[in-house]
């Protein structure tokens, strides 16, 4: 991001004069308190706003520039995670996760090897045939993570992903997606989970009142710079 402003169409400024490069691989925590700009920077990477101004690139592609018609090929390159997990409740846990694939067009054997095995990673092979309803929060999550990855994403992005959850099932969730950034996918984490961030050491963002403030490299992380 270079040089990055928002401000909201009833003049609401959200972010002012951002500059910031992530790498490739890497784990980033965004903090800040509420309406420091955080859910707005992570909107834009994956266009669910534009800038009034600046640059943007995300995996190569110019994300302010990008025509609407051709969102979805930034979004193949992308998860999203929310708070609230956001699973379809009609759908099973196979058909949640599937879905995800199957707008790709990939064909049947493939989304059958993929779901199964991304349900295998985040431990809920044996909750494929349920409804979301019938699941913990923390095992909905689990679901939401699994149909984030299932396209096998550059980027995660997750907005409070342990928000509505208890430590020790934050944990399980911290766990799961520090292995997914194992196995190579960049993760983008807003949290307000101070815990979280003192005890994973990761680089870590700090936004107020929509500029950036502080930003600690992997292990610098002080919470009484806060
Ligand atoms: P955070 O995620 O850190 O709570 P936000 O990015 O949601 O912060 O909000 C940053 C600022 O932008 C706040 O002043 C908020 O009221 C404003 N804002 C967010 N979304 C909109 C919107 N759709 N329209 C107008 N103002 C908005």
């Given at each position: 991001?270079?040089?990055?402003?928002?401000?909201?169409?009833?003049?609401?400024?959200?972010?002012?004069?951002?500059?910031?490069?992530?790498?490739?691989?890497?784990?980033?925590?965004?903090?800040?308190?509420?309406?420091?700009?955080?859910?707005?920077?992570?909107?834009?990477?994956?266009?669910?706003?534009?800038?009034?101004?600046?640059?943007?690139?995300?995996?190569?592609?110019?994300?302010?520039?990008?025509?609407?018609?051709?969102?979805?090929?930034?979004?193949?390159?992308?998860?999203?995670?929310?708070?609230?997990?956001?699973?379809?409740?009609?759908l099973t846990v196979y058909e949640?996760?599937?879905?995800?694939?199957?707008?790709?067009?990939?064909?049947?054997?493939?989304?059958?090897?993929?779901?199964?095995?991304?349900?295998?990673?985040?431990?809920?092979?044996?909750?494929?045939k349920?409804?979301?309803?019938?699941?913990?929060?923390?095992?909905?999550?689990?679901?939401?993570?699994?149909?984030?990855?299932?396209?096998?994403?550059?980027?995660?992005?997750?907005?409070?992903?342990?928000?509505?959850?208890?430590?020790?099932?934050?944990?399980?969730?911290?766990?799961?997606?520090?292995?997914?950034?194992?196995?190579?996918?960049?993760?983008?984490?807003?949290?307000?989970?101070?815990?979280?961030?003192?005890?994973?050491?990761?680089?870590?963002?700090?936004?107020?009142?929509?500029?950036?403030?502080?930003?600690?490299?992997?292990?610098?992380?002080?919470?009484?710079?806060?």
């Amino acid at each position: 991001m270079k040089n990055v402003f928002k401000t909201y169409p009833n003049g609401v400024g959200a972010i002012y004069d951002l500059d910031l490069n992530i790498e490739k691989g890497d784990f980033v925590f965004i903090i800040g308190g509420s309406g420091s700009g955080k859910s707005t920077l992570i909107k834009m990477l994956y266009r669910e706003e534009k800038p009034s101004r600046g640059e943007i690139i995300v995996g190569g592609v110019n994300v302010a520039k990008l025509r609407n018609s051709k969102v979805y090929k930034l979004r193949r390159k992308l998860g999203v995670v929310f708070q609230d997990y956001k699973l379809l409740p009609k759908l099973t846990v196979y058909e949640n996760v599937a879905f995800a694939l199957e707008v790709t067009g990939a064909d049947n054997k493939t989304i059958r090897k993929r779901v199964v095995s991304v349900l295998d990673k985040v431990g809920l092979k044996d909750k494929i045939k349920e409804y979301p309803d019938k699941l913990s929060g923390g095992e909905q999550q689990r679901v939401a993570i699994a149909r984030a990855i299932v396209n096998n994403p550059k980027i995660l992005i997750c907005d409070e992903p342990t928000g509505n959850l208890d430590p020790k099932i934050s944990m399980e969730i911290m766990e799961i997606l520090e292995s997914v950034n194992k196995d190579g996918t960049t993760i983008l984490m807003v949290t307000h989970d101070i815990n979280i961030v003192e005890k994973f050491k990761k680089r870590v963002i700090a936004l107020k009142d929509g500029r950036l403030v502080k930003n600690y490299e992997r292990g610098y992380f002080k919470r009484e710079d806060l």
